[in-house]
């Protein structure tokens, strides 16, 4: 998707010296592209397939609720510590540019048996690979994997035997 590309913003050196950060915000700017997005985002097997969505902290939540919406099924969310009450599911993981942990809400997690992860960007997969410990340990199947956008160089996708799908490789 041309248009997409256009509205992906790259950040050198953001947030530590060495990293091109990639800006999506820009696509919520572009209403019509962005439904667009997520029409053809919600149209996916890996959607169709799953229970429900379970989307990343932070801009997952933006793509991950409008798929909920657009394809009717639930979402839960994988937050950063701090952020979620009750009794959770924590994992550590190491990114792009860091380290950091995930948890899942125990209640929201055991209610659904397959899951859809959402996410704005694969890059090494280190954040997907600890979602998808967090689901197999608790025994869910994982329908596949929804970005937006995937770094194709640091080749995260090879880490997962589930499908992955990116509307825009960078
Ligand atoms: P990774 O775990 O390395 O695949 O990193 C993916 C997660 O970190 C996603 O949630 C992205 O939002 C964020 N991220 C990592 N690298 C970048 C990048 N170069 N530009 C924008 N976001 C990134």
Same mark, same amino acid.
């Given at each position: 998707?041309?248009?997409?590309?256009?509205?992906?913003?790259?950040?050198?050196?953001?947030?530590?010296?060495? &990293?091109?950060?990639? =800006?999506?915000? *820009?696509?919520?700017?572009?209403?019509? #592209?962005?439904? +667009?997005?997520?029409?053809? !985002?919600?149209?996916?097997?890996?959607?169709?397939?799953?229970?429900? &969505?379970?989307?990343? =902290?932070?801009? *997952?939540?933006?793509?991950?609720?409008? #798929?909920?919406? +657009?394809?009717?099924?639930? !979402?839960?969310?994988?937050?950063?510590?701090?952020?979620?009450?009750?009794?959770?599911?924590?994992?550590d993981y190491c990114l792009e540019y860091g380290e950091n942990s995930l948890s899942v809400q125990k209640k929201a997690l055991h209610k659904y048996k397959s899951f859809a992860i959402v996410d704005d960007l694969l890059a090494t997969g280190g954040t997907v690979n600890c979602v998808s410990?967090?689901?197999?340990?608790?025994?869910?199947?994982?329908?596949?994997?929804?970005?937006?956008?995937?770094?194709?160089?640091?080749?995260?996708?090879?880490?997962?035997?589930?499908?992955?799908?990116?509307?825009?490789?960078?």
């Amino acid at each position: 998707m041309k248009k997409l590309l256009e509205l992906i913003n790259t950040y050198k050196d953001f947030p530590k010296k060495g &990293i091109d950060f990639k =800006d999506v915000l *820009g696509i919520m700017q572009e209403p019509k #592209i962005f439904k +667009e997005l997520i029409l053809m !985002m919600t149209s996916s097997e890996i959607i169709n397939n799953a229970d429900a &969505i379970i989307s990343i =902290d932070a801009r *997952g939540f933006i793509f991950g609720s409008a #798929i909920s919406l +657009e394809a009717s099924k639930p !979402m839960i969310v994988a937050r950063k510590p701090g952020k979620l009450p009750g009794e959770l599911f924590k994992e550590d993981y190491c990114l792009e540019y860091g380290e950091n942990s995930l948890s899942v809400q125990k209640k929201a997690l055991h209610k659904y048996k397959s899951f859809a992860i959402v996410d704005d960007l694969l890059a090494t997969g280190g954040t997907v690979n600890c979602v998808s410990k967090l689901l197999e340990r608790n025994h869910k199947e994982i329908t596949g994997l929804l970005v937006v956008a995937e770094l194709g160089k640091l080749k995260g996708r090879l880490r997962f035997d589930f499908p992955i799908e990116s509307s825009i490789i960078l």
